[in-house]
């Protein structure tokens, strides 16, 4: 059987394995939302709104499966739960009277309780650890003649180093302290905001449009299968939280468990256990989609790593900033660069093995910011201040990324009752610029920055 087609445009890749010519029936649609942290979940929103602009009759809050992770996980849930793109972009805003607005506190809550608690620790096990020392070495001196004797007549006798050494070696292990030396290194906090206040928020909000914190219950109400996955820290194995999966824990604390992103949040201890960001694990989760039965799944991730091309030939070269090279910006953008590139490489792998396995047979569409976009790479994934910024830059990258695209896109769509309406998404653009003095895509196509066609074959190898 063939392995599959794949397409790969500036920001969409297309992997086509269904059969065109038998129609699904009743297929099952699957959103796949990756992390992002503040400015990616807001690039997120803009372009969740710009793709269902596009679409009549069934909408994104109408698919079947939501699988979320980290930032994707914040907003897995609400779609889940009904609440439309549209009101997404209030909620941002602040103007939602459905759901309360992410306030900085919420993102940027200090971890006081171990900045506070860790340093004291540590002041008093040093404390008790100097006379505990003294005590240790008052009680072994008795027994010194014994443990080191026999050595110390044999170097009396016949000195030399190697004997000298091995007198001191077993002087030093019978009276060095039987405990361990406080190591500062143990009592550093283990992050530095505390992701509690995201629990709290959504469970708040979940409360207040009246849907259950429960994840079966969540399903039996909604009729929709929502999935979130996160990273048990002491045994490195992703954990998957769902109405048919781990669902001892609420819908706000598996969110809480997916967005504890390391270093940045201290570990999210939940029911005895410790969890990381999703993300440590794995970039967009497509497999569990998949293994739900997912016959088309529509994935949005955020990271990518960025393109600096550099061509002496070319008049009008992309650049970021103003030197050469990345490295000419500092450790802060080779750092971005270099966890974008982790991230999208495992994304790229698990594309190319959906692609040559045969087991799957439905299609795929991820959409991603263009890989030339400086201005969304310019900006700090953890500033909470730019997401009105990756908000626009999202709606308009996405709507961009669509009209180029358009036919494509709804031949894959219309196969599974999706339709398209390239006019209403126009006005609705219209009006959303107008009302929030948007400005709408400028400069050359991403087609015509890198020179290639519109969309072009993924490579791929037969499984």
């Excluded at 698919?63 to 549209?86: E, Q, R």
């Excluded at 940027?108 to 860790?118: G, H, K």
Aim: hydrophobic share 40%; charged share 25%.
């Amino acid at each position: 059987m063939s392995p599959g087609r794949g397409f790969r445009a500036v920001g969409l890749t297309l992997i086509r394995k269904s059969d065109a010519s038998r129609p699904k029936r009743d297929p099952r649609i699957a959103l796949v939302l990756a992390g992002g942290a503040v400015s990616g979940g807001a690039f997120k929103v803009g372009g969740l709104k710009a793709l269902d602009d596009f679409l009549v009759g069934r909408k994104i809050v109408d698919f079947d499966t939501y699988v979320g992770l980290s930032a994707g996980s914040l907003l897995a849930v609400p779609l889940a739960a009904g609440i439309t793109p549209d009101e997404m972009v209030k909620v941002l805003e602040g103007t939602s009277s459905r759901f309360e607005q992410l306030r900085p506190f919420d993102f940027y809550n200090p971890n006081w309780r171990e900045f506070a608690a860790r340093p004291m620790k540590f002041l008093y096990d040093l404390l008790s650890y100097l006379p505990s020392v003294g005590a240790d070495l008052a009680r072994a001196l008795p027994g010194l003649p014994d443990a080191v004797g026999t050595e110390l007549g044999a170097f009396l006798q016949e000195p030399s180093y190697t004997r000298f050494e091995t007198v001191t070696l077993r002087l030093i292990e019978h009276v060095s302290p039987k405990r361990e030396f406080p190591a500062l290194t143990n009592h550093i906090p283990s992050g530095f905001f505390d992701n509690a206040s995201l629990e709290r928020w959504l469970r708040l909000n979940l409360d207040r449009i009246g849907m259950p914190n429960d994840f079966r219950a969540f399903e039996r109400k909604r009729r929709r299968r929502l999935y979130i996955s996160a990273c048990d820290l002491d045994t490195a194995e992703r954990a998957v939280f769902g109405a048919d999966e781990t669902c001892e824990v609420t819908i706000s604390q598996a969110v809480q468990a997916s967005t504890a992103l390391p270093l940045f949040y201290r570990p999210a201890r939940i029911n005895g256990v410790d969890y990381v960001d999703g993300g440590v694990r794995h970039t967009a989760n497509i497999d569990i989609a998949i293994e739900k039965g997912a016959d088309l799944i529509i994935c949005y991730n955020p990271f990518r790593p960025f393109l600096n091309r550099i061509d002496a030939e070319e008049k009008n070269s992309n650049y970021f900033a103003n030197g050469r090279y990345l490295s000419d910006r500092g450790l802060k953008v080779v750092l971005n660069q270099v966890f974008r590139t982790l991230l999208h490489s495992r994304l790229k792998l698990g594309i190319q093995r959906y692609l040559a396995d045969d087991r799957f047979q439905g299609d795929i569409i991820l959409l991603e910011p263009r890989e030339t976009d400086a201005s969304f790479f310019a900006v700090n994934p953890l500033a909470f201040w730019k997401r009105a910024e990756a908000l626009e830059h999202g709606f308009e990258s996405v709507r961009l990324t669509i009209e180029q695209n358009f036919d494509q896109l709804r031949a894959v769509l219309s196969r599974y009752g999706l339709e398209m309406n390239r006019s209403a998404a126009r006005r609705k653009a219209e009006r959303v610029r107008a009302a929030r003095g948007w400005r709408g895509a400028e400069g050359p196509s991403p087609a015509a920055e890198v020179g290639e066609p519109p969309l072009r074959l993924v490579a791929s190898e037969p499984g």
